[in-house]
C-alpha cells in the first residue's frame, strides 16, 4: 500500500532526519513549512533516498488559511495517510517577560496551531483508517519550570490533546505517538545554558520510528529521559518552588 506522510515543521533538524528515513522506507512526503527553499532542497534529498512523491508546501502554525491546501493536497493521494508534527518555538523565558504578548506566539506555534491542523484533517484519517501520528512535545510539558514555563505549558496542552486524540483515531483503527524529546541538538536549543545528555535528530527519529511500528502511546526519547522526569515530577511543590531547575 501506498504511504504518505505529511510532516509540519519539516525546517528542523529533527523533521529533515525523519523525512529521510521514511523516504528510505519508500513512504512519500509533505513537507510543510515556512522556508520554501529550504523545504525544496529537502525535498529533492527526500526523493533521491527513495520518496516516490516528496513536494514542499507553505505552512505557518499561526495561519489557518494555509492549512486547507495541505489536506486538500493529501487527499489527492490514494493509500495510507500519516500526520508527523515537528512544530513549536521556545523564546527565552526571560524575554517573555519583558515581552508578555509573545505568549500567544508560542501557543499557537507549540499547541494550538498543530492541533488545529489535525482537527481539520482528522476525518480524513478516521475515513482511512490505519492513520499514525506523530506529535512531538517536549519533556517540559511534565512539569512548570522557572526557566520555560510558557513552552512548557503550551506542550502540556498539546499532549493532552493527543491523547484525546489517540482515543479517537484508536476507534478508526488509527494511532497517536506522543514523543516527549529532552535536549535535542535542534536550531530551537542551540546556545542555551544548561545543555546535557544532548541527542541528535537521527536518534530521536530512529526512537519515533520504533515507537510508531510498536504503536507506542507515549515515549521519552532518548529514553532516559523517563526516569530524569519522573524524578523531577516527584518532588513536593514546597521543595521544588524553591528550585532552580
Request: aromatic letters at 8%; one cysteine or more; hydrophobic letters at 40%.
Amino acid at each position: 500500500m501506498n504511504e504518505m506522510w505529511i510532516i509540519l515543521g519539516a525546517t528542523s533538524s529533527m523533521a529533515r532526519a525523519f523525512a529521510k528515513q521514511v523516504s528510505k522506507d519508500g513512504s512519500s512526503v509533505l513537507l510543510c513549512g515556512r522556508d520554501m527553499d529550504d523545504m525544496r532542497a529537502s525535498a529533492s534529498d527526500c526523493l533521491a533516498h527513495g520518496a516516490p512523491v516528496a513536494e514542499a508546501l507553505h505552512f505557518d502554525a499561526r495561519e489557518t488559511k494555509t492549512f486547507s491546501s495541505i489536506i486538500d493536497r493529501a487527499a489527492k493521494e490514494d493509500g495510507q495517510l500519516h500526520v508527523a508534527v515537528f512544530v513549536g518555538s521556545m523564546p527565552d523565558q526571560s524575554v517573555i517577560d519583558e515581552h508578555p504578548e509573545m505568549i500567544a506566539g508560542v501557543v499557537t506555534d507549540s499547541y494550538t496551531g498543530p492541533a488545529t491542523f489535525l482537527q481539520m484533517i482528522a476525518p480524513e484519517l478516521e475515513q482511512r483508517g490505519g492513520a499514525q501520528v506523530v506529535g512531538v512535545g517536549s519533556v517540559a510539558g511534565d512539569r512548570g519550570r522557572i526557566g520555560n514555563y510558557v513552552y512548557g505549558s503550551a506542550k502540556a496542552g498539546f499532549h493532552t490533546y493527543l491523547a484525546g486524540l489517540r482515543n479517537r483515531l484508536t476507534r478508526a483503527g488509527g494511532h497517536v505517538v506522543t514523543v516527549k524529546p529532552g535536549f535535542s541538538d535542534t536550531a530551537m536549543t542551540w546556545g542555551l545554558e544548561g545543555m546535557f545528555l544532548v541527542a541528535s535528530p537521527e536518534k530521536i527519529s530512529a526512537d519515533i520510528l520504533k515507537a510508531v511500528e510498536k504503536k507506542k502511546d507515549v515515549i521519552y526519547t532518548p529514553f532516559f529521559w523517563r526516569y530524569i522526569m519522573g524524578i523531577i515530577t516527584s518532588i513536593p511543590e514546597r521543595v521544588f518552588k524553591k528550585m532552580s531547575v
